[in-house]
């Protein structure tokens, strides 16, 4: 069982910027991670995922309309991951949510790949 806690969320003028944090409470080697939104009233959808292919080659992606923008990243050896969140809109208002896999994943923006999940860090985008 891995257990995740989100941080960093907060209220935000657009065009700033945010980290959001993950700590796993333990990692596996090849694991993937995500970050998923659930912006007021709609579904909840992929932003960014790191993802491994072998157990030391691992890959980023992201939905369209985060690239360029947001940039996730991970530190083992902490056992944490992360969302840089740069030029933020207020579109990207929302709750988000850190995802794990138990293993690889074949779609890393798909939700239905994620094992364990956070209890989610309001990110609310505003003048």
């Known amino acids: 069982q891995v257990q995740l806690v989100e941080s960093g969320g907060g209220s935000v003028q657009p065009g700033g910027a945010l980290r959001l944090s993950c700590a796993a409470s333990r990692y596996a080697l090849g694991s993937s991670m995500g970050w998923f939104r659930q912006p007021p009233g709609k579904e909840r959808d992929g932003a960014a995922a790191?993802?491994?292919?072998?157990?030391?080659?691992?890959?980023?992606s992201y939905a369209d309309s985060v690239k360029g923008r947001f940039t996730i990243s991970q530190d083992k050896a902490k056992n944490m991951f992360y969302l840089q969140m740069n030029s933020l809109k207020p579109d990207d208002t929302g709750m988000y949510y850190c995802?794990?896999?138990?293993?690889?994943?074949?779609?890393?923006?798909?939700?239905?790949?994620?094992?364990?999940w956070g209890q989610g860090t309001q990110v609310t985008v505003s003048s």
């Open positions: 995802a794990a896999s138990q293993g690889r994943v074949n779609r890393p923006l798909r939700q239905d790949e994620y094992n364990y």
């Open positions: 790191l993802y491994f292919t072998t157990a030391i080659t691992f890959y980023t």
